[in-house]
Structure formats: structure tokens, C-alpha cells
């Protein structure tokens, strides 16, 4: 069965969620995971327009949703200007569904059940867990991931030491009271990529000349020969691969906490529907293993 995947990113500064976002579509080409739409929770002017350009050059039409409400995390995007500069079939962010919408016509209309990844902000995935009925369903939203959700994947969360502080889960206010909410009252599984996974291995390397990957590497400031830190493409790999030893890793199961007040996280190991992600091997298996699939 192709498993049914929604993705969210923030789209803004970095550009591991271009590396990360590769492997998505080449995943969704092959087959692998149907990507049934992708949400944006960061807010720049350039947001969706260089998104649709990435897929509409990816050759993937798959809907954009955009989270309107989001308070602007990156003044300074550093690749969007040059893939604006690519035919794309949306324009501007209006043109883009709002984000809880989006999620909710998915998971109501997907027939087999959905895989949430989050690759981005949290604030829209629990305003989503928040929602009232509408047009797409009857159910609230959090019976409608209680029912339709199989598990979420979140690239969030620094889980080596307790009581750290990662972008993901801190940028804002919202993003910290939205990963504090999902945390505590999402009804499905949670696994969570925490920063000290990716931060020691670098993805995307080598790519070939004009590749829009490679050029967001680029234009981000990074050696094109090396890559960036893998934490994007590593969660991306794991949702996609579906399976936390499959992919290479041990897990830590429990309870994970964020306190919405200070972005600090914890974990408290034992029963519970969280668990995190140690990796089994050195560094250069993840590599070795990823970059073929951009
Ligand atoms: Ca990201």
C-alpha cells in the first residue's frame, strides 16, 4: 500500500527543506508515499511562489497550503529570490489554501490513512488538532487524526540532554505553544528527529550543475560539494523509509514535553505515545544512504 504523506515546512531560511523536499518528490515519483499536499509555516512574500516554482521544475502538482497567521520568522531568505525566477504555477501567496483547510480536505478525502510530516513550525498542526467541524468533515480536528492519522513525524526538538532549546519547537511564541499543545494532546504517535541527529551530517553534496537543489545550497551560503546539515532530509528519509530501525536508528519511546513558555524540551522515557531517534551508525551510513535518492 503507498502510504499517504502531508508535508509541512517552513520554506524560509534554510535550505535543508529544498534537500529534504527532493527527496519527497522523488519519492512520491517512484511511487514509494503518495505526497498529498504540502503546508508552508513561515511567511515571506516569495513563500509560495518559490515553492510551486521547486515542484512545477520537480514535475509534481500537488496542492499548497500557507499559514496566513504565521508572525514572518525569515527577513532574509537567501533562495527563493533565484527559484521565483522559474515558470511555477502559483504566483503568490493567496493563491495558496489556508493551512488548517488544507490539512482537513486531505485527511477527510483520503480514503487509506495519512502520515503527517513536519519539517517546519508546529502552530498550524495544532491549530489543526484545534479545529471545529467545516465543509471538508463533521469531525473535530482531533477526531479527525484520532481517525484518519497514523503518525506524525517531526523534525523537532533536541532530545541528547534535557531541558534544550531547538528552532523548530522555539522560533515563536506560536510555534512554541503549538509544539507544547501537540505534545500533550495529539492521539496518535509522535516520532521526533531532535537537532543532535542531522547537525554532524551534511546532505545534498555534489549535486549536478544548475540543480535547484544545489543552487539553495548556494545560495544559502553552503559548499555545494559538502551539502547542509541533514536535519530536514534525514526526517524526510525516515517518514519516508516509514520504519525507525529500517532507516538506521534506535528509539527512545515515552513522553516528550515542551514548556510553551520557555521552548525548553524534555523527555520522559517510559510509556507513551513519543519516542526519538538515536542514530545506530557513524555519520557517513546516512550519507552514503540518502544522496542517491536526490
Ligand atoms: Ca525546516
Redesign the pocket.
Known amino acids: 500500500m503507498t502510504r499517504n504523506i502531508i508535508v509541512g515546512?517552513?520554506w524560509s531560511s534554510?535550505c535543508?527543506?529544498v534537500v529534504a523536499m527532493r527527496l519527497f518528490c522523488r519519492a512520491h515519483q517512484k511511487g514509494t508515499i503518495r505526497l498529498l499536499g504540502i503546508n508552508i509555516d513561515d511567511n515571506i512574500p516569495m513563500s509560495v511562489r518559490s515553492l510551486s516554482a521547486f515542484l512545477t521544475a520537480e514535475k509534481i502538482d500537488v496542492p499548497i497550503g500557507f499559514d496566513r497567521k504565521a508572525k514572518r520568522v525569515c527577513f532574509h531568505p537567501r533562495y527563493q529570490e533565484r527559484m521565483c525566477t522559474s515558470p511555477s504555477k502559483l504566483t503568490n501567496n493567496n493563491q495558496a489554501e489556508e493551512s488548517v483547510a488544507l490539512y482537513r480536505r486531505l485527511i477527510a478525502g483520503a480514503e487509506e490513512p495519512v502520515e503527517i510530516v513536519e519539517?517546519?513550525y508546529t502552530q498550524a498542526l495544532a491549530a489543526l488538532l484545534k479545529s471545529s467541524p467545516d465543509r471538508y468533515s463533521p469531525l473535530t480536528g482531533y477526531e479527525l487524526i484520532q481517525r484518519k492519522v497514523k503518525k506524525f513525524w517531526l523534525?523537532a526538538g533536541k532530545w541528547d540532554l534535557p531541558g534544550q532549546k531547538e528552532h523548530?519547537l522555539t522560533g515563536t511564541r506560536a510555534t512554541r505553544r503549538g509544539g507544547a499543545y501537540l505534545l500533550k494532546h495529539c492521539p496518535v504517535p509522535i516520532t521526533l528527529l531532535g537537532w543532535e541527529v542531522g547537525n554532524t551530517v551534511l546532505i545534498g553534496g555534489n549535486l549536478p550543475e544548475g540543480d535547484m537543489v544545489r543552487n539553495a545550497i548556494i545560495d544559502y551560503g553552503c559548499d555545494p560539494a559538502l551539502g547542509r546539515d541533514g536535519?530536514?532530509p534525514m526526517l524526510a528519509h525516515l517518514a519516508i523509509v516509514g520504519d525507525e530501525k529500517e532507516a538506521g536508528y534506535d528509539v527512545v519511546k515515552g513522553k516528550a514535553r515542551l514548556s510553551a513558555l520557555t521552548g525548553k524540551n524534555y523527555f520522559v522515557a517510559g510509556p507513551g505515545n513519543h519516542l526519538y531517534v538515536v542514530k545506530r551508525m557513524p555519520d557517513q551510513y546516512y550519507i552514503d544512504r540518502i544522496t542517491p535518492l536526490l
Open positions: 515546512t517552513d534554510d535543508d527543506d519539517i517546519g523534525m523548530n536535519w530536514d
